[in-house]
């Protein structure tokens, strides 16, 4: 069997093959540590379907494939869809999507592989400049994914399980953890790729909680209250329904203050928040 695409010496043979280099503009930076997405792909539970989102020359598109079933890989560059076909000819279970994961319907998606596969999961080396939408929309997205397992900036990390009141909490925080178990698996030095990052970088896995189902109007209301973290839970609210005394009335219900901030409020507060919000309006 060939060297696996992770390794530095594979890497650099693709690259000067096609004559390619990292795209700031889509945040690339190509893995050349086997062990890491070894295993991270190992940790990913991704033994029936696996949706993975910019597989870059397919690093760890490659390493999923040895262990699921079917391997659905969402890439923006046009450039890297002939690498991959070619590069990963030799496995028969692998799906190459030239399209951005964020315009994508992943309802649809998520359902087409259920029904054939059975479990879905997702697992990704994110790129960095669109690491909070594409986790946004994977919050948002179908029940059945039970596990997301991501590569992301190790300060992002951070804040998935960052407590309350700390500089690292914030909407991010609050939705993963309403949603999920939340889990640092290992930190993966910068050295791990090519070229090397300015930071380092973790995995972290999602686990979804049972008795909690995604809600649009909770998140929206999180991230509006986290829209300007130096200003009021008040004043941000304002902003939202664009009414003061409605502001003003919610935080009473909620049993809040209007002088405290979002980065304050653990997940229960919100709970209340969001409770206080569709009372008010029923």
Do not use: W
Request: net charge negative; hydrophobic share 40%.
């Amino acid at each position: 069997m060939s060297r696996p695409i992770a390794s530095v010496a594979r890497t650099r043979e693709i690259l000067n093959a096609y004559g390619l280099h990292a795209r700031k503009t889509y945040g690339q930076n190509f893995l050349i540590d086997v062990s890491v997405v070894a295993r991270a792909a190992e940790a990913s539970h991704c033994e029936g379907a696996v949706i993975e989102i910019g597989p870059g020359i397919g690093s760890l598109t490659e390493q999923l494939a040895l262990r699921s079933r079917h391997v659905r890989s969402y890439e923006v560059d046009e450039r890297l869809i002939p690498v991959l076909k070619a590069e990963l000819a030799a496995y028969d279970n692998i799906e190459i999507i030239l399209q951005d994961f964020l315009e994508c319907d992943l309802e649809q998606s998520v359902s087409e592989l259920a029904e054939t596969y059975g479990s879905v999961s997702v697992c990704a080396n994110l790129p960095y400049y669109v690491t909070t939408p594409i986790l946004f929309k994977l919050f948002e997205g179908p029940e059945q994914v039970e596990y997301i397992t991501v590569m992301v900036q190790k300060e992002v990390g951070d804040r998935f399980s960052a407590k309350p009141g700390t500089a690292d909490y914030s909407a991010l925080s609050v939705e993963s953890q309403y949603l999920y178990e939340v889990k640092r698996l290992f930190v993966v030095p910068r050295t791990a790729f090519s070229p090397a990052p300015n930071v380092d970088s973790a995995i972290i896995q999602f686990h979804r909680r049972p008795d909690r189902r995604p809600d649009p109007s909770f998140f929206e209301l999180v991230r509006a209250s986290f829209q300007q973290r130096r200003k009021t839970l008040y004043n941000n609210l304002k902003e939202y329904f664009k009414d003061s005394d409605t502001a003003l009335t919610i935080l009473a219900a909620a049993g809040l203050e209007p002088g405290i901030r979002a980065q304050a409020l653990d997940v229960a507060a919100f709970e209340r928040l969001h409770q206080a919000v569709k009372e008010t309006k029923s």
